[in-house]
């Protein structure tokens, strides 16, 4: 019976490779702008009572997933930068961490008390409950830590990019959290609260967008990836620090893989390795980020994590009329790294749209021998643009024409993504977008075969 069932799932996952044909969707989303909700509605309201933490968020707190980094603001006063947590198992066994706070000011705005505690020592596959706002008004969360690292482990990721605090965006995050599949932890590609495109980089964006993303990171641990909207490099009213709000509000364990800055860093989670990248911060030979990738690939142990997944923010594929071939430089520095260490996915945002190509490389060409060319490699990534998060820009829906050979699958439209690692050698991955009310549609879907423990072809066009 098992072993029926085992091969009637290796037909189904064969068949599935040949199921779509490389394509622009058909698939016409009505044009209307993207407009960022007004500062009253109620995805932004404050919670009640003296001091109240809010825009609580989380992350993973060191390299394996055994720690987690809490973050809140009060407003107030600063309050205790405490966190109260317990585990389902030992209900009656309250620990205690502390952390410390920091504020800001960016022009004419001053950010409140800006808390980060980190959670250390946490048990693998638990439940824990936690409490902040110790001494005045508390606020209970709770979250769920990710297996132990094991090659077999199954996880679910979402992803997300580009998001904003429109009308959009508010569907986009629903739909996520609708999603039946139900997503573990978020892999974000960058662009956060386009605070950026309000006037003076209005850092009251910045709040709204924290409380507006609660209900979701501040359960499961968003993976943070760093995009132009977080520069917010603007000298014009006197603020040259480059990610001054976000290096405040957020934080990444950077350090637990030896990285030098937050804006570049890797986590194991479950099965997977996933490496963050910085497309704005300087990767030129010799750089600290180049320096780190060249000493980090190696490390990766397939053995142990046998998912490789990096996330960016500027696409290095793109057969959008918008930010073309930006990635383009990282591209030539980095490409033939993703090919040697047979990277299996590499998630990006920035233009507002949905793309999947193929597994394919570009990295033969030499000055001389005119080979410029993408080429289908197995040994390569599959590149999924995933900008289309539904940010106040609007979408991305001028194309280039024809269709490139190495894009499998493109389409104008808000939405998510939802990759489901099954064991060391299955995952499968869906899109799904934000007109579709019944949220299991998958809109483009495939089975990847992993690179290191079944590297057969998985291409979804002939």
Partial sequence: MALAFYCLVLLLLNV?????????????????????????????VTPRGYNAPQQVHITQ?????????????????PGKSVVHYWSDDFPHKKKVAKGNFVTYRFFNYTSGFIHHCTLGNLEFDTKYHYEVGIGHTRRKFWFKTPPEVHPDVPYTFGLIGDLGQTFDSNKTLTHYESNPKKGQAVLFVGDLSYADDHPNHDNVRWDTWARFVERSVAYQPWIWTTGNHEIDFAPEIGEIEPYKPFTYRYRVPYKASGSTAPY?????????????????????????????????????DRTKTPWLIVLLHSPWYNSYNYHYMEGESMRVMFEPWF??????????????????????????????????????DQSAPVYITIGDGGNIEGLANNMTEPQPKYS????????????????????????????????????????????????LDDSTTK
């Fill in 16 to 44: 599935a490779v040949f199921c779509n044909g490389g394509k622009t969707s058909t698939f016409i989303r009505k044009p209307y702008k993207s407009v960022d909700m007004p500062l009253d509605s109620d995805v932004f």
């Fill in 61 to 77: 707190g060191d390299h394996e997933g055994k720690a987690m980094i809490v973050s809140w603001v009060t407003v107030d006063e």
């Fill in 264 to 300: 570049w860093y890797s986590i194991k989670r479950a099965s997977a390795h996933i490496i963050v990248l910085a497309s704005y911060s300087a990767y030129g030979k010799y750089t600290p980020q180049y320096d780190w990738l060249k000493a980090e690939l190696p490390k990766v």
């Fill in 339 to 376: 090919v040697k260490y047979k990277v299996d996915v590499v998630f990006a945002g920035h233009v507002h749209a949905y793309e999947r190509t193929e597994r394919i490389s570009n990295i033969a060409y030499n000055i001389t021998n005119g080979r410029c060319g993408p080429v289908k």
């Fill in 408 to 455: 499998a699958y493109r389409e104008a439209s808000f939405g998510h993504a939802i990759l489901e690692i099954k064991n060391r050698t299955h995952a499968h991955y869906s899109w799904h977008r934000n007109e579709d009310r019944d949220y299991a549609v998958e809109a483009d879907s495939m089975w990847f075969f992993n690179r290191y423990w079944h590297p």
